[in-house]
């Protein structure tokens, strides 16, 4: 498997287990955070529309998350996989990564959404919040992204089953204990 996608809500584990996963298969992690900050660093036209929304504090519309995407996968070695951490978040954006591997004449090899229950995610971002100071993820706020994420996401998570790419992980436990619930699903032992 080279070509992944993670899923899971905020607070799932997602940076924890995606750097495990990006040197176990050796594949570059696609962060949609990190390619903003990137894109933005530039001049470019694609950056500059991106930062009037960040700036403003909205969500950058699909058509220019999707190009900003589109752009980083094709600059991809077709043969060398990547880690999509970030994307998609919605259906359209879903749609648009398969037009876009089509194109490439891809697949994808694998989506592996992190299921953590509720009161654990609730739990686990208040104790970032403190930690990292965080004063604006407060509880009422951290319930909306995740009513958000789960919103948006329901219908992702049912697209990638009728392409039989879904695999839901276990995200409760200890990070080595997800671990390995994902490195059995990389290596075609769990699907």
């Known amino acids: 498997m080279k070509r992944i996608v993670i899923l899971g809500a905020p607070g799932a584990g997602k940076g924890t287990q995606s750097k495990k996963i990006v040197e176990y298969l050796n594949v570059p992690h696609l962060a949609t955070g990190d390619m903003f900050r990137e894109l933005m660093s530039g001049d470019s036209a694609l950056g500059k529309q991106a930062r009037t929304y960040i700036d403003q504090g909205q969500l950058v519309p699909d058509e220019i998350v999707n190009e ?5 996968l ?3 070695d077709r043969n060398g996989g990547f ?6 978040r919605n ?4 749609h648009a990564l398969n037009h876009v591997l089509d194109d490439m004449g891809v697949d994808l090899d694998a989506v592996i959404e992190l299921k953590v229950d509720k009161e654990e995610l609730i739990a686990r971002l208040l104790k970032r919040a403190e930690i990292e100071g965080r004063s604006d993820d407060t509880e009422p706020v951290i319930r909306n992204r995740m009513e958000v994420y789960r919103r948006e996401t329901k219908p992702i998570t049912a697209f990638y089953e009728t392409e039989h790419v879904m695999n ?5 436990g200890t990070a080595e204990d997800v671990w390995a619930r994902i490195q059995s699903v990389l290596d075609g032992k769990n699907s």
């Open 83 to 88: 880690l999509l951490d970030g994307y998609p």
């Open 74 to 76: 094709l600059a991809c």
């Open 68 to 72: 900003m995407v589109r752009k980083r």
């Open 91 to 94: 259906l359209i954006q879903a």
């Open 168 to 172: 839901v992980v276990d995200g409760m």
